[in-house]
């Protein structure tokens, strides 16, 4: 295999590996920071319980987020260096600007979150769990304003021909507000979110299943539920939003997304279908004309189609593209419909009465795992051939010293050491579910007033 | 040029560029140290003490290295692509390191068996080592030059990379390391562990004045290039002076056992060290092999003047507020280590 596509999967790799942990880790530090908010205002103790668990949990996945992520800053370096030069003056200070200001705050407060129990006040640990979240919310900022740039460049001007081309910035704001930035970096936050809710939701519904913890898990599945409600529903507009913009700056990436290849007809609303590049067929279940209603309003307004680009300039994996955007919304609309579902049953009191909802409660943990990786897969090769649109191939990006043979001998390295990593992740991961809260800890001290509300409460 | 309080943006950012790889020595190097020494501690209990030394710390220790990489890629990007692309191979396996220390410190104590435990302990330890070298091993690399065409890109075998005065480099810096490390655990441990410390920072000491003595040497007599900035500049020569100054000081705080001031003056002795680094790079960074035409410079490698000025900005704003906090993580955490449920 060539240096392109060995380099372009172990990108794919290393990322898609990564990025199982980041979500989970903004998730989860929401409903933390809800949980132990909860805790300062009514003292309860089952809140502080919960909130001791999930850091446990967070701290693992944290943990294999950070190690995994160092991985991605020097990459760019490593294996894509002409693409380096070429942004480093614009995507190198988002890079720079996520490790100052949000990495820094994540890291340096989780030592407090963690191993702070006995050490600070509770005020001030829930300040520290406040500061990670946002740490990791910020650290989300940048990376996506940084590959929104990519796929949306603003704000910047190239430099120079041939190998010393390069872009530079000439309007920071601009750049940093690039036209799919803001959107993007919702759509990715609430993404999040629902990959936090989920485990939750599952490691709850297990102990529910199990009938272990019952209280503990009943009140976390509560908080949880709240979160993915509110979160599954945002995303239908926040996903809109992403599409629509898709259409403004990216229309071969969208003529990907939908099998669209005819330039000048209205476009079809595929719910689902196989593509034939070769034929331009696209069969499956459509709504006439629903793509162009969708983006305009209008069933007659034509979209672009694939057709109306330059053959080199067409993402080449049309029905991977197709399929992968689909799966997202599919699951998508999945989660609104079981959150809600969820919802109605608790409003009619039945929440905790079937077992079948808690077991699908349980497996659904991976759909908004699948959701997020298969999103970004359509986000990505949907703007292939560019690594920044319209201006940089990806096949010109590589770096030049590098040899086939040294990414192959590196690729192979990253599959045994993280495929390790995933083992020792859900073995850990199941023994700290298992093990469960610590009910009873003679080592934990309480203040006499929260040692009398736990024994009120008992 | 344009300048900022007399000096050019691009100096300014090659300032910044190493004031963070020195702090990034000062934080990582005590913990990086600390886990090369983790298995001359053969008890349960003083291993589990010495990894929660670091316990709440190393994290954000590491976080220097992802600004100091963030930095060079928005400051000099063609430093950034040349050095990286080839140094390929040492940095895949710096990488993997990275990764096993990480996870060697998460999973060690999450199991009771003591092959497990044995097993990460190893891991730990062997990938805090290489850590070290290999980060000396850089530095010796870019103090070296390395050959690179007329396009920065790397031209030799990357076995080039393991020449003598770069491993001179390695060795020396993970007798730092070790130094430092030991440093910082005595200051954090008690009783027994806190003797058989007392111990090993001498040894470490010895080991690192040893090393540093022999680099010394080996620079002046065999790598003249790397003395040029100093001998054309005497207002320059207080820094290798400081230096010695701060050596000869460790060891005499050892001898009064005021550990925080030795950690001071070790923190010290590598601010000189890498002061001396930058000084004699100044104003080349990457420095071609081939042709002395085709390095990398402050100059020729920086990004626009434009994005300097907002990095600067940004640095500004983040460095102290890093500052800030680092310091409150380490004064909620200071003084001797006491394990609780938390703990690893």
């Known amino acids: 295999m060539s240096v392109e596509v060995l380099s372009r999967i172990q990108f794919a790799f290393t990322v898609s590996f990564h990025y199982i942990y980041p979500p989970l880790s903004i998730g989860l530090g929401l409903i933390m920071v809800i949980m132990e908010g909860q805790y300062l205002r009514t003292k309860l103790k089952v809140y502080e319980s919960m909130a001791r668990f999930y850091t446990k949990i967070f701290a693992l996945i944290f943990g294999i987020g950070v190690a995994t992520g160092i991985v991605m800053e020097f990459e760019f370096g490593t294996n894509w260096a002409t693409y380096s030069r070429y942004v480093g003056d614009v995507f190198g200070s988002a890079l720079a600007a996520e490790g100052i200001f949000a990495f820094a705050l994540e890291s340096g407060f989780l030592g407090v979150l963690l191993f702070g129990w006995n050490r600070v006040g509770p005020k001030v640990h829930f300040f520290s769990t406040v500061m990670v979240l946002l740490g990791s919310m910020f650290s989300a900022i940048w990376i996506v304003v940084a590959n929104s740039w990519q796929q949306t460049p603003a704000g910047y001007h190239i430099v120079g021909e041939g190998m010393n081309a390069r872009a530079e910035i000439t309007d920071f704001w601009t750049m940093v507000f690039n036209p799919s930035a803001i959107d993007r970096v919702i759509h990715v936050w609430i993404g999040s979110f629902l990959a936090g809710s989920f485990l939750v939701l599952s490691i709850s519904a297990w102990y529910l299943l199990k009938k272990k913890h019952t209280d503990f898990a009943q009140h976390s599945f509560k908080i949880a539920l709240v979160v993915a409600a509110v979160a599954s529903l945002s995303q239908l507009f926040a996903g809109h939003r992403s599409a629509e913009i898709v259409a403004k700056y990216q229309p071969a990436k969208l003529a990907a997304m939908e099998g669209h290849f005819d330039s000048l007809a209205a476009a079809d609303l595929y719910l689902f279908g196989w593509v034939d590049k070769k034929t331009q067929e696209v069969s499956g279940l459509k709504i006439p004309n629903g793509l162009s209603y969708l983006l305009y309003q209008n069933t007659t307004t034509p979209v672009r189609g694939l057709n109306s680009f330059p053959e080199k300039d067409r993402p080449s994996m049309v029905n991977f593209v197709f399929q992968t955007y689909h799966l997202m919304v599919a699951i998508g609309m999945f989660l609104i419909f079981w959150s809600w579902l969820l919802i109605f049953l608790w409003w009619k009191r039945k929440l905790f009465q079937y077992r079948w909802v808690l077991l699908l409660s349980m497996w659904a943990v991976f759909l908004p795992q699948i959701a997020n990786q298969v999103g970004w897969y359509a986000a990505e090769t949907g703007r292939q051939p560019w690594v920044v649109y319209n201006h940089l191939r990806t096949s010109d990006a590589l770096s030049k010293t590098v040899t086939a043979n040294q990414v192959l001998f590196s690729l192979i390295l990253f599959t045994l050491v993280y495929a390790l990593l995933f083992v020792l992740f859900i073995y850990m991961l199941n023994k700290k579910i298992k093990h469960g809260p610590d009910t009873h800890d003679p080592d934990i001290q309480h203040s006499p007033q929260q040692q009398s509300m736990a024994t009120l409460l008992e | ?344």
């Open chain 2, 1 to 344: 040029m344009e300048t900022f309080l007399g000096i050019d943006y691009p100096t300014w950012w090659f300032l910044v560029l190493g004031a963070v790889f020195t702090g990034y020595a000062i934080l990582d190097g005590f913990d990086l140290g600390a886990g090369a020494l983790h298995l001359f501690f053969k008890q349960e209990k003083s291993r589990r003490i010495a990894l929660n030394a670091i316990g709440p710390v190393w994290d954000g220790n590491e976080v220097w290295l992802v600004i100091g990489g963030g930095a060079l890629f928005a400051g000099f990007p063609k430093v950034y692509a040349s050095l990286l692309s080839a140094l390929y191979v040492p940095i895949m396996l710096f990488l993997l390191m990275l990764i096993f220390r990480a996870i060697s410190i998460e999973f060690r104590s999450k199991e009771p068996m003591a092959w497990w435990r044995k097993t990460w302990d190893i891991s730990y330890s062997i990938s805090s080592t290489l850590l070290a070298l290999m980060l000396g091993l850089v530095v010796g690399n870019v103090l070296l030059g390395i050959p690179l065409d007329e396009n920065g890109n790397y031209i030799g075998d990357w076995l080039d990379l393991l020449n003598p005065y770069a491993l001179m480099v390695g060795l020396t810096t993970f007798a730092l390391f070790m130094m430092h490390g030991a440093i910082y655990l005595v200051m954090k441990t008690e009783d027994k562990l806190y003797a058989k410390l007392t111990k090993l920072v001498q040894r470490t000491t010895i080991f690192f004045v040893i090393c540093i003595i022999l680099l010394s040497f080996y620079t002046l007599l065999y790598v003249p290039h790397l003395t040029e900035s100093i001998k054309s500049d005497p207002w320059l020569f207080p820094v290798p002076v400081l230096m010695i100054l701060s050596i000869a000081n460790i060891t005499r705080q050892i001898t009064k056992k005021n550990y925080l001031w030795a950690f001071l003056s070790s923190s010290v002795t590598m601010s000189m060290l890498l002061i001396i680094v930058f000084l004699e790079l100044y104003p080349t960074i990457l420095l071609s092999t081939v042709d002395p035409a085709y390095s990398l410079t402050v100059y020729n490698a920086s990004s626009s003047i434009k994005t300097l000025k907002i990095m600067l900005m940004v640095a500004a704003i983040g460095v102290p507020l890093v500052a800030a906090y680092t310091s409150f993580v380490f004064w909620t955490f200071k003084g001797k280590v006491k394990l609780d449920e938390m703990s690893y």
